[in-house]
């Protein structure tokens, strides 16, 4: 008893760690209540509807890799909904035919609870699908922030769009828990049986340069079968520099963040599949994704395996498996639909993004940026003059008919989402699709030329 006491006083030695305590206590307490109630509902009554369904959304997502006996139940649906998805792919995934609908994963890590929120008013559509995901280094406190945020919007609870992971992952940026993280997303969109057809990958440091209007009006055109994906095969020196080292990745086994750790042995190359690499941001097609996730074929669970010791894995797992894969070579485009800047000669790490290169931005045609300060003021201009988008609002669009005067929000009322407003971005875009989609420079996709990343271009060897 005494023993107790004395413990329990030498560990509240501030006078406001006992509240600081208390927080996260009851926060974790209100999750566990939700949870129960949740599952309650979810077992009981698995095709709800109403009000409550998004933070039902919610649930359902930590139940995803949770006991057994939830997984019971939710394994005959998952599989259901994705032969679902397979039988209707054929014919393009999204079967009224309408304009293309993009799935975005925008993730951060501690601190980017407010930028994934600004991303995600800049990137919304109700067209859209997208999965909001804080890794495991971000305190629960945050992640239930922005699940409540996302629950709170009215916008959100009528469209049931948005859905964020309640339970983080584990993410090491340049390890293979990278790829589960953005695999693990990807199966939640095939479960939940969701209409898309792209998939995006964002980070909370990215930023939309136009419209989600001018994005889908441009795709709306755009051959859905193709995969945007900028790559190169590694060849020569570096293919022993990058290929034959094994690294272990502690975010797989580990519940706190660790280095990637390289063992002193080396291994073979490989001579099953010929490596690739590139850009790690992707903008990949359903029936890639659907490929990946099922792995009906043995090469894409090979290449996983393969990447799970790779240093930069997400720079080359969807890259390999794409090139090496029998029918979606034809269908790479060699770019990653980023402004990216980097060093001349490039650094590990792309330039922090600021007002000094708004022009190159926006000439450059890309639909997104990287990487920005949190809150820099280019952002601001780019909300002004490219997307012009008020704060806290979203990114407005020809869905958005609601009164306008007085400084109303006019996304809060919600018109017909396949009808869009393309503006100059459109026209940007248009340019950079024209030049990507050009045979000469699709001609390079999956080839062994080699890529200058600065210039974005195929390297042709021309003797003179
Ligand atoms: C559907 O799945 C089967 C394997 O079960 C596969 O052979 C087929 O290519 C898939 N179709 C599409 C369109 O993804
Ligand atoms: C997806 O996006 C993140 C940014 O949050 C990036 O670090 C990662 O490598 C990307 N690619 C893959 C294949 O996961
Ligand atoms: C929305 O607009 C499209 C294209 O103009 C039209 O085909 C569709 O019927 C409209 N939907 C509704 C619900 O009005
Ligand atoms: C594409 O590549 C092939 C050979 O790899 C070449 O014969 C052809 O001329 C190229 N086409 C263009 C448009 O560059």
């Given at each position: 008893m005494r023993k107790n006491k004395w413990v329990f006083n030498s560990g509240q030695t501030r006078p406001f760690s006992d509240r600081l305590w208390l927080v996260p206590f009851l926060a974790s307490l209100l999750v566990t209540i939700t949870l129960l109630l949740g599952c309650a509902f979810g077992l009981f009554a698995p095709f709800h509807g109403g009000g409550d369904s998004v933070l039902l959304d919610v649930i359902s997502l930590t139940n995803w890799d949770g006991p057994d006996i939830y997984l019971k139940d939710s394994d005959a649906e998952v599989t259901s909904a994705i032969s679902f998805t397979n039988s209707t792919d054929s014919g393009g995934s999204d079967s009224d035919n309408g304009p293309p609908r993009i799935a975005y994963l925008i993730t951060g890590t501690k601190g980017d609870g407010q930028r994934i929120r600004r991303t995600l008013q800049a990137v919304y559509h109700p067209r859209n699908q997208y999965i909001l995901h804080l890794d495991l280094e971000a305190p629960p406190r945050e992640r239930i922030e922005l699940a409540m945020y996302v629950k709170g919007d009215p916008t959100f609870s009528q469209v049931e769009n948005v859905r964020v992971i309640v339970k983080g992952n584990l993410v090491t940026y340049k390890g293979p828990t990278m790829i589960a993280c953005t695999l693990h997303a990807v199966s939640i969109l095939l479960k939940e049986n969701l209409k898309w057809d792209w998939f995006i990958n964002l980070s909370a440091s990215d930023y939309p340069l136009m419209t989600q209007d001018d994005i889908l009006h441009v795709f709306s055109t755009v051959p859905r079968d193709l995969n945007f994906i900028e790559h190169m095969k590694i060849a020569g020196w570096k293919l022993f520099q990058r290929g034959r080292p094994i690294v272990i990745d502690p975010g797989l086994y580990l519940s706190k963040k660790f280095d990637l750790v390289t063992t002193t042995e080396k291994r073979e190359l490989p001579t099953s599949f010929e490596l690739y690499t590139g850009s790690a941001w992707v903008m990949l097609t359903r029936a890639f994704l659907d490929y990946c996730i099922w792995g009906w074929d043995q090469l894409p669970r090979n290449v996983l395996m393969y990447y799970a010791n790779f240093i930069s894995s997400p720079e080359?797992?969807?890259?390999?498996?794409?090139?090496?894969?029998?029918?979606?070579?034809?269908?790479?485009?060699?770019?990653?639909l980023h402004y990216i800047a980097w060093d001349n000669p490039p650094k590990q790490?792309?330039?922090?993004l600021s007002s000094k290169d708004y022009d190159r931005m926006v000439k450059s045609g890309a639909p997104f940026a990287r990487k920005f300060a949190r809150d820099d003021r280019v952002l601001d201009r780019i909300d002004q003059e490219l997307l012009r988008r008020s704060e806290g609002q979203f990114t407005p669009g020809a869905w958005c008919t609601g009164e306008t005067d007085g400084g109303a929000d006019p996304c809060s009322g919600r018109g017909n989402d396949s009808i869009f407003r393309p503006g100059p971005g459109a026209e940007r875009l248009k340019g950079l699709m024209a030049g990507v989609l050009s045979e000469e420079y699709r001609n390079g996709s999956c080839s062994s030329l080699p890529y200058d990343q600065s210039k974005r271009k195929w390297v042709t060897r021309t003797r003179t």
């Open positions: 080359g797992y969807f890259h390999t498996v794409i090139c090496n894969g029998h029918g979606f070579q034809s269908t790479v485009v060699g770019h990653d790490h792309p330039l922090t």
